[in-house]
């Protein structure tokens, strides 16, 4: 499991943190130095489980990049813990998948916004623009 | 009185002796007649008719009363006698007399005749020796007319019938010994007695035969002597005050005399009170039988041996509708001729009535058809007196149309429901094949399958039922037991196990595929089953299942195992075949259940490939487009990397595009292949859709030489799926780029109410007739692949969306002169049921 990376304080940031979850350390890494260099702080989980430990230690970051596929606890599982947290419930989820029906599936959970891997670089700053604000 | 038939001298006149007195007395009176002579003037001053003791005392002074003694005893005895005397005490003047008494023969009292005894005398000698000889010739007849009486008599008392003779006055004269029994008081009877019919009737009562009380005068005799010809009539007599009686037929015969008058009349009554009382009781019992035949349902019919019509009762003349003269014939011959014509076969029915007569002793009973419908029973039988003898033949005859109708009706009744039975039995077979066949056809798996089937089986055919399956591996498994509501049984059933070795039904059945019958052996050490132990055998028999029915579960000529139904006895042939029909059934839905099952986890395998396969091949390929994008991010800034870098990096990212491309043809191919394709649908302009598709393929064309002409058109929605159809474009575009030849492509959309159109045409190198179905399978193209890059997916792909889509792709194709791919598809989506069978 890889160390979450904070920075400081969110409050007082003047960037936002967006918390990708991938069990895929070279896509997870990749994500993570895509948005670092577009000015964003990242987080990082290796599962479900990891993110859900993270958020519940106090950490809001804008944006959650969610993969589906995942060993631990997939994508599923993380986002109805998410849900049935009211404290989480409201940070908007952007899902990656590969596989086209549970693109539609991830729609029919409220998800903000689902993008297809292999992930067009402009889409997912476009989509992380509009949703971390909130 | 008459006094001259014992005259011994023919034509004389009465008495007319010379010197004789002859005198007659007949119990009352005294007649005299007087010849000349002294004896004469001895009675000349006496009457005609004088009283006997005083012509007595005339003719025997000295002693009267000897004389009378004399009378007396012939009147008794009827013997003659002879009495001498003298007319006077002195002897000068007095006459020796000899008086001689004889009884008259047939006639009451007595002759007498008194005659001078003379002193021999030559003349008067002769004439006394003259006079002994006609006496002794008079007593002569006397005797011979007496011996004549006495033998009538004896022959009267020996008669059986009563006979009495009377004369007019009604003065009884004889009455036989019959007449004497039968009469009493002895009195009755006393010879002599005078008015003898009042003297009986004072002790008897007379009726006849209507028993009405009769008079002397209604009595034959005196009705005889009244018209002086016989007259008979039957009466009843008995004592006053006594309850017995007897019949008698009376007859009464008058006796006339020379001139006509009764003389005599004679009396004779036949005790018939037994004949009376036999005719009787025969009217009687005559009554009794008309009334019993009456009475009974039965027409009968008694013929004499004769032929003759003994008796009949009514209802044998209606029945046989004998007309009234052939009954009034009494013939039975004359009734059989009426009756033939009625018969349907008249000439059966004489043959049979002809041997019935001449075989007396034999009995018979038939039915006769009757030409008008009816159908008459006959029964006959001889009848035969106590001691054999034939009296005749007895018919009964009876209507037997309703009661045979009757029959009938319970016969149709008895068969209807016979096939009631059959047809429920049958009705109940197919019910029960149905219910099967429902359940089965209901079950998602094999298990329920079994259960419900054993549901339906025990308590129908079987007291268990046992399921056993090969597995995968061909080894058998105990996979059900069901018995009833005894579930701990069933369980222990369920818990044993099969072996295949034990050859017994269980191994044998299946080993030859054919339905056997065995029985539970409980000491075979096994059951029939294949369980080693004799543990089943005993579970078996605790149930009362004494054998087991076996039916191998076959599919297609594939053993699946087998159901075996416990049954208390052995199955006959309907029960059997109806479990070969369950086991029929149950196995082919067993083999569906495992098809269904096997193709299930093969879909639910290819699934999760696809989504494996998807985001292992996504995920290093999204890292590498973010990569190779950043790169080119980076490279914008200026000095940021060498132009030669950027323009390795705009290839990787080119290649890594076509990559992805290529992965996800891939995995379409496979899902269409798999008829998982997803689609997502929404409203798309299809006119607008085009529009897009052709700019964007635009530098591609251009490259190639070629130039894109879209036909105007207004928008055209439809329930699509608009990523799928950006492939479909995307793909029959870059086709028509690629063998377009560098000729311009055209391409145009229309619509109409319910169908929308996509063609693109190019005019580049065609596709031969007989290559042209198969453009549309995976890894073809129409020409060479060495002069034309790519998988050959493409128009696959586009056929498997389009269809997925409920539409349809057509080629219209000439080598030389170009090929039109023309798209039709439904603007109202597909089909829904389509897509669910996508998503299965």
Known sequence: ?134 | MQTTEHTAAPGAAPLAFEGALTWRFDGESVALSSGPGPLSALVADLPGSPPLPELLARLAPSNPGALLRLVRAVLADGLPRTLHHRTAHDGAKSLRLATCVLAAPGVAGVIGATSVVAQPSSKIARRAAKLRREAAQLRESEREARRAVADLHVVLDTVADCISVQQPSGRLVFLNRAGQRALEPATLWQVGRRQWQSFMLSHYELWDEAGKPLQASDLPPLRALADRSPHRKLVRYGRKGSDHYTWALMRGVPILDDVGEPRMVVTAWTDVTEIQLAREELRRQKAVLQAVSEASLDAVLVVSPDGSMIYSDPKFARLWRIPEEALASGSDRVALESVRGQLRDPAAFMTRVEALYTTPDAEGHDELQLKDGRTIERYTSSIRGPEGQAYGRVWFFRDVSERNLARERERLLLEERVARASAERLLGTWQLLERVSQRLAAAQDVETMLRDVAGLVVGRLAKACIFDLLDEGGALRRVFAEAGTNDGLACALAAERVDLGVPEGLARALQERRTRDVEVLVHAGHSPLGERGSRAAELLNGLGARSLLVVPLVARGVPLGAMSLARGDHAEADVRLLAEQVGERLALAIEGAQLLRRSREAVALRDEFLSVASHELRTPLTAMRLAHQTLLRMAAQPGCISPQALSLARAADRHEQRLSRLIDALLDVTRIEARRLSLELETVDLAALTHEAVALAGPEAERAGSKIVLRPSGPVEGRWDRGRLEQVLSNLLSNAIKYGAGQPIEVEVRADAEWAELSVRDEGIGIPAERQRMVFERFERAVSSKHYAGLGLGLFIVRGIVNALGGEVRLKSEPGSGSTFTVRLPRSGPDEHAVGALHE
């Open chain 1, 1 to 134: 499991m890889n160390e979450q990376i904070s920075t400081v304080q969110p409050a007082v940031s003047p960037w936002p943190e967006i918390l990708v979850v991938d069990d895929d350390a070279d896509v997870r890494g990749m994500l993570a130095d895509v948005l670092a260099m577009e000015g964003y702080r990242t987080a990082e989980a290796d599962g479900g489980r990891t993110a859900l430990t993270y958020l519940r230690s106090g950490h809001r970051p804008a944006v959650i990049l969610l993969d589906l596929m995942m060993p631990d606890m997939d994508g599923w599982q993380f986002r109805a813990a998410q849900l049935g947290d009211p404290r989480l419930a409201g940070i908007p989820v952007i899902v990656l998948t590969a596989d086209s029906r549970e693109h539609q599936k991830a729609c029919e959970l409220g998800i903000a916004r689902g993008l297809r891997k292999p992930i067009d670089l402009d889409q997912l700053l476009a989509a992380v623009a509009e949703y971390r604000a909130g």
